[in-house]
């Protein structure tokens, strides 16, 4: 059975009367119901991260990529809770999700445990990411630290918040008095150009720090506790509700090249100023 959001496809234009008008609008989930549930089903991904801390197995899927039985389990509740609600509307995840949607536009981005590596070694700081797309467009993200009970939430338009309090990124201009965070990718060395980007900042910028989880960096950005961040070995579901949430605290997040970000493509600067963005452009031209 679809939902009652991607019933139908007729345009507003078509309707002859106030019924079907209200009727059509009525179909339309706003991004209040979808932060809603993105939020319930991060805390609960959370929630089972927490009580399987200290007591799951590690398996290797390849070199530094460790996944627990957490990962699975946090996403399996996810998708149970937000499915339930929305049948028809498309997943993708981490841990194989890949789900299309049914005669709608509207996608789950899920990240179940953003930080693995830091999880499995008991360093605070992982996160559940959750952001829903409605064709291209990002509409609502949430960004759940289940060590520091912190929910980063935002939808578009509608400002980011953290607990429920709006946000603002810090709006640092001064390079030389600028915080960052960069992601580099899984066994890099001194050759792969994220390396060269990393050290090439470093004499320009306060301080450099590599954190082990995107989604956190991204939160951290858009509530001014760090100034900037920049990544070219992520994933969609890394970075996706990440950006909406920057953005709408008024951060700027472009692709190295200063252009459009794509969550398909791995290339990313979220920064608290355009002058801070351009200045990190600029040094890795």
């Not at 789900?99 to 999880?119: E, R």
């Not at 950005?221 to 992520?234: E, K, M, N, P």
Request: aromatic share 8%; proline share 3%; glycine share 8%.
């Amino acid at each position: 059975m679809l939902s009652s959001e991607c019933k139908s496809k007729q345009s507003a234009q078509s309707l002859k009367t106030v019924t079907e008008f209200k009727t059509f609008m009525a179909g339309i989930t706003s991004s209040d119901e979808l932060l809603a549930t993105a939020i319930h089903a991060a805390h609960a991904g959370g929630a089972i991260l927490q009580d399987w801390v200290g007591r799951f197995s590690v398996k290797e899927k390849g070199r530094a990529d460790l996944v627990t039985e957490a990962d699975h389990a946090s996403q399996q509740r996810i998708f149970e809770l937000i499915s339930q609600k929305y049948p028809d509307h498309g997943f993708l995840g981490e841990e194989g999700l890949n789900k299309d949607a049914v005669d709608c536009d509207y996608q789950w981005v899920i990240d179940p445990l953003d930080g693995t590596s830091n999880y499995v070694h008991g360093f605070p700081y992982y996160a559940v990411s959750i952001a829903v797309r409605k064709g291209e467009q990002l509409i609502a993200g949430v960004i759940f630290d289940p060590n520091r009970n912190e929910t980063f939430a935002a939808t578009k338009s509608g400002g980011a918040t953290l607990n429920g309090a709006a946000i603002k990124t810090s709006g640092e201009t001064s390079m030389s008095m600028a915080m960052a965070m960069a992601s580099l990718p899984v066994g890099a060395d001194q050759t792969d150009p994220a390396v060269k980007r990393f050290l090439d900042s470093m004499s320009h910028l306060q301080t450099v720090q590599r954190s082990g989880s995107a989604a956190l960096n991204l939160a951290c950005v858009a509530c001014g506790r760090i100034d900037t961040f920049w990544s070219t070995s992520l994933k969609p579901w890394d970075v996706a509700a990440g950006i909406l949430i920057v953005e709408e605290a008024g951060g700027t997040v472009t692709d190295l090249r200063g252009g459009r970000t794509d969550i398909m493509v791995p290339s990313l600067i979220a920064s608290c100023s355009a002058t801070i963005a351009q200045g990190l452009i600029s040094i890795f031209e």
